[in-house]
């Protein structure tokens, strides 16, 4: 999925008119410019009051015309939970699928129609429990996705339950005596499938959530962005010390391509064992200050910086971890049969259809008779 400057809404990289750097086609030259409001449906949005999906779905609707390309060409796949009513709320194509399987048919859309840019909304249950090989599959395969994984560290749709990314000791419905699962860390498990683009943000701020979308969906390939989003009935307030002005100052370590990451007045540096560590600017080595590097081809740095997190969000990284290129998934597939056909001298024909059934590979099974 790439985004649309000026120039690419005139030709796009292949040259034709009214197509997008991926082929996906534009609005008309000449049109009315898009709106936030082209792409809001008239379905009633109905979450809990004070939810942070408001607040993404917001976002969402404000980023899309910017992308310039026709409703019809877009899709949003969903799998279950609050986060996935998503399609219903954009005027948009889209598809409420089933539990943690919204990868598998995202990737089989993407695949065979690249007329199309494909999102895919999800959250940390949907995602990571059933869903979870799903979603390393694609990451790992590298399918032309753009995948926005809501996590709010708890199961708010089924009401209430522990989740894959609840932290150790939570006490909910299913943990009355407090979890004791280790949580996963999506950005680290996405590291860990060689995703080629990364990234992490929050639902309340609205800038910076906008600016990862642009640059997710700049990348082609599987763009995984996780966003923190407040569940306020069954898990309020769990990254309020982020949302807090002088707290999320002091807390968010900002990853910013070619800039050195901070936080405040600390700073990350990388010790002679090649362990990151957060320290006072004051008391860092100004040589072993580490300048963020989102496109090195080596994921190891941007792994270790996912491990800075912890449970009481002391620093908690924020922004682009990882910035690739790699071949997609659906590019080699569809590569693969353009050659198939080609070396067939053409697509095929009803009697090649009919050979094929015919062929050596068939028989036919008949019922013996009675006695």
């Not at 649309?4 to 410019?33: C, F, I, K, M, Q």
């Not at 999800?122 to 995602?127: Q, R």
């Not at 339950?161 to 609840?166: G, L």
């Not at 990388?270 to 600017?281: E, I, M, P, W, Y």
Request: aromatic share 6%.
């Amino acid at each position: 999925m790439t985004a649309l400057n000026g120039s690419a809404l005139e030709s796009g990289r292949n040259g034709r008119p009214g197509h997008g750097l991926d082929g996906v086609p534009t609005v008309p030259v000449g049109a009315p410019p898009q709106t936030r409001k082209d792409f809001t449906s008239d379905q009633e949005v109905r979450w809990c009051p004070g939810c942070g999906d408001y607040a993404i779905l917001a976002a969402v609707q404000g980023f899309l015309p910017e992308l310039g390309l026709r409703r019809e060409n877009v899709v949003f796949i969903s799998g279950i939970g609050c986060s996935s009513r998503f399609p219903y709320y954009l005027d948009t194509y889209g598809m409420h699928s089933i539990h943690g399987r919204a990868p598998a048919i995202a990737t089989g859309l993407a695949t065979s129609r690249p007329d199309l840019s494909v999102f895919v909304v999800t959250g940390d249950g949907d995602a990571l429990s059933i869903g979870g090989n799903h979603l390393i599959h694609a990451m790992r395969r590298n399918v032309n996705l753009t995948i926005l994984l809501f996590n709010n560290q708890i199961y708010g749709l089924t009401k209430g339950q522990y989740s894959p990314t609840s932290q150790v000791g939570l006490i909910t419905k299913s943990t009355p005596l407090g979890s004791v699962d280790h949580p996963f860390n999506p950005v680290s498990l996405a590291l860990g499938a060689d995703a080629t683009f990364v990234a992490r943000t929050m639902d309340s701020d609205r800038k910076h959530l906008t600016e990862v979308l642009r640059a997710a969906t700049a990348h082609r390939g599987t763009s995984l962005v996780e966003i923190y989003q407040n569940c306020p009935i069954f898990n309020d307030g769990v990254f309020d010390v982020l949302k807090d002005r002088s707290e999320g100052e002091a807390r968010i370590l900002h990853l910013v391509h070619g800039e050195e990451i901070a936080a405040g007045s600390d700073v990350v540096v990388r010790r002679d064992d090649g362990s990151l560590d957060v320290l006072a600017r004051a008391a860092a080595d100004p040589e072993q200050i580490v300048r963020h590097d989102a496109h090195a081809e080596d994921s190891s740095l941007a792994f270790a910086l996912s491990r800075l997190d912890d449970p009481s969000l002391a620093h908690v990284p924020m922004g682009v971890f990882r910035d690739v290129e790699r071949s997609t998934y659906d590019d080699l597939v569809r590569a693969q049969i353009d050659r198939t056909v080609s070396d067939a001298g053409g697509p095929a024909t009803d009697q090649d259809l009919a050979d094929l059934l015919a062929g050596r590979d068939s028989w036919m099974v008949e019922t013996a008779p009675r006695a």
